[in-house]
C-alpha cells in the first residue's frame, strides 16, 4: 500500500517510530464537518532544515541538533506547531546518536513540552510519546517478559517499569491524544503537510499529497491508536475480565455495526478499545460523499475481528460481510480493494487443498479454491482497472498462476532397469528431461561452487545421455498436483537428472531442477561400534546377499576455520 509518514520519524532503531497510513492515490471528497477549525501552517524553515540535513549526513551530530534546537526555539516563538513537532522529533533522534542513555531523558523533555503545550499540537505529542514507550518495550522486550510485576517502582526511570505498566502508559497516551474528539475531527490533517510524507514524494522533499483516507487529525491518530490496540503483541496482558470477539454481531454490516453496544468490565482490554475504536471511525464516515475511507475502515475492522473471534464459523462469516460490503459499492474504484480482500479468502481455501486426503477432507471450495480467487481478480480489474485494488488483484493472480516444479529422484537404481521419479507441480501441462553422466566427485564441488542460473549452465554443457519430454495432466484448477514419471535405465555410472517447463532449459522465467543418483548394483548397511567406529555389510542392490572382495574408502569432512 501507499504509505504516509511522519518525516522526520525514520531514524535509529532505539526510538524509531513511522506513523504511517495507506491509501490509494486518487483523491476523492470526503466528509468532514462544516465548522472546521482553522490553523494557520507558519514556516517551513526550509533553509534551516537543510542544514540540519547537510550536517546529519556529514556525521556533524552535535553541530546539526544545535541548529535542531535554534529550529525548536524560533518554532515556539512563532507558536508553529508543525515545526514543533518536527524538532522534537529530530532532537530525540540525534541525542540517541549521541548519548547511549538518552531515551529516558527524551521522555522528560516530551512530557514536559506536552505539560506546556496545547491544541492541535497536544494530540500529537502524546501519539509521539505512546509510539516511543512502545518502541522502548519492543528493543527491550527482553528483559520486560523476564520480569514479574513490580511495586513502588519509579514512574519516572522507565527501567524499572514492569510490562503491564508500560502497556498502561502506551495506551493512556494513545487515549490522551484522543481526547479532543470534536476538535480532532475538525481540524484537516493538512495542517501537518511539512511533517507528513508521502512515500513516494519523501526524496523529492515534497509535502505529502491530499490525504483522503484520513483527511482530518482525527483519522490519522485514531488509527494509529487502532493500530496499537489490536496489535498482536500488546495482548500478552492478561486482563482479569477477559473481552472476547464471541458474537456474529462483531461481523454485521458497517450499519448495524455503528450502533452495536459494546461493553467491557476491564480497563486493559486492548482488544476492547481497539474495536471501540474502530467503531466510532464507522460512525465518523458512514456519510461521507466518498465511500473510500469508510472502505478502508471496514475493512479494517473485518480482518480484525476474524483475527481475534473465537466463533468457529468466523471464516464463512467473514467472507459473506466482505460479498456484502462488495455488493454496496460496486460502483466505486474502491470496491476492488473488497473484491481483493475476497479473493485472498477463496486463495486461503485453496491453499488448505490436499490432494491426498481423500474427497470427505477436501469439498469443492478447497479444490476450486484458488480458481474462484482468479476469477474474482478477473472481474475486479475489469470494472477499474487503474485503481488499488485492481493493481492487488493482478499481484494475487500472478501468484496463483505461478509455475513451479520439483521432483525427487532415488538415490540408486539398477543398472539397465527403469525406474520411477516423482514429479510435483503447479501450472505446467508438459516438461521436459535431461540426463548427463557426471563423475559424482565433480557433482559435489560443482554444487558447492556454484548455484542457481551458473550451476544450471554448468550442468547444460556436460554431454547428453537421454532427453524426453512428458505431458502432464491439468485440469485447470491451480493446485500442487503430482505424478510419477519412467525414466528409462542405464549402465554403471553416477547422472545428473533436469527438469524444466522449458525445452531448452533456460534458467530465466521457467522451472528448472536437478537431482542425483547413481546406477549400482551394491548397497550397503552400518552400524556405529562401542568402540566408536563401523561395521559396514555391503549387498547386493536386488538379491539381497552379502558380497565379498569389496573395496571401500574412506573419508571424512574438516573445516577449516582458518
Known sequence: MKKIFLASFAFSSLIAMAIVFNYPPSAPKVFIPKSMLIFPKGSTYEKEWKKVDSL?????????????????????????????????????????????????KSIDKLNAEIKDSKYPLTPVLHSVLAEMYWQYYQNNRWKFQNRTQTVNFKMDDLNTWDLKTIVDQTMKQHQLSLRDVDSLKRTA????????????????????????????LYDFLAHRAVDFYINEEPDIIKPAFKFE????SYFWSYEAFAKLKIENKDSLS????????????????????????????????LQFVKRKSVL???????????QNLEKKFLSNPASTEISYEIAQAYDEKGSKYQPLAGDENNPDSYREGKKTALA???????????????????YLQSLIKTKSLTFNVEEASLPNKPFRTRVQYNN??????????????????????????????????????KEWSVDLPNNGDYQSHSVEIKVDGLPL???????????????????????????????????????GGYDLTVMHREKGNPLKIVSAELWYQDYNYT
Open 428 to 465: 505446467l501441462t508438459k516438461i521436459y528431461l535431461r540426463v548427463i553422466k557426471q563423475d559424482a566427485d565433480k557433482f559435489n564441488k560443482d554444487i558447492e561452487n556454484y548455484y542457481g542460473e551458473k550451476l544450471i549452465k554448468k550442468f547444460l554443457s556436460a554431454e547428453v545421455v
Open 376 to 394: 474474482i481478480c478477473e472481474e475486479a480489474i475489469k470494472r477499474f482497472p487503474d485503481s488499488y485494488g485492481a493493481n492487488n488483484c493482478k
Open 493 to 531: 555410472g553416477h547422472y545428473v537428472l533436469l527438469a524444466g517447463s522449458d525445452k531448452s532449459f533456460t534458467y530465466e522465467k521457467n522451472g528448472v531442477a536437478y537431482g542425483n543418483y547413481f546406477v549400482t548394483e551394491l548397497s550397503y548397511v552400518q552400524r556405529r561400534t562401542d568402540e
Open 189 to 216: 490533517l493538512n495542517l501537518y503537510d511539512d511533517v507528513l510524507t508521502h512515500d513516494d514524494y519523501n526524496l523529492k522533499g515534497k509535502p505529502a499529497p491530499q490525504r483522503k483516507l484520513r483527511a482530518s
Open 56 to 104: 546529519t549526513n556529514k556525521g556533524l551530530t552535535a553541530s546539526a541538533l544545535k541548529v535542531v534546537e535554534g529550529i525548536y526555539t524560533k518554532a515556539k516563538t512563532d507558536n508553529n506547531p508543525p515545526q514543533i513537532v518536527k524538532s522534537v522529533i529530530h532532537r530525540i533522534k540525534l541525542e540517541a546518536y549521541m548519548e547511549e542513555y538518552s531515551v529516558q
Open 245 to 248: 470477539l464471541n458474537s456474529e
Open 270 to 301: 486492548l482488544k476492547f478499545y481497539g474495536i471501540k475504536l474502530l467503531q466510532d471511525l464507522i460512525s465518523f464516515h458512514s456519510n461521507d460523499g466518498n465511500p473510500e475511507a469508510l472502505i478502508d475502515v471496514d475493512l479494517k475492522r
Open 312 to 322: 468457529e464459523i468466523k471464516d464463512s462469516l467473514y467472507l459473506h460481510a466482505l
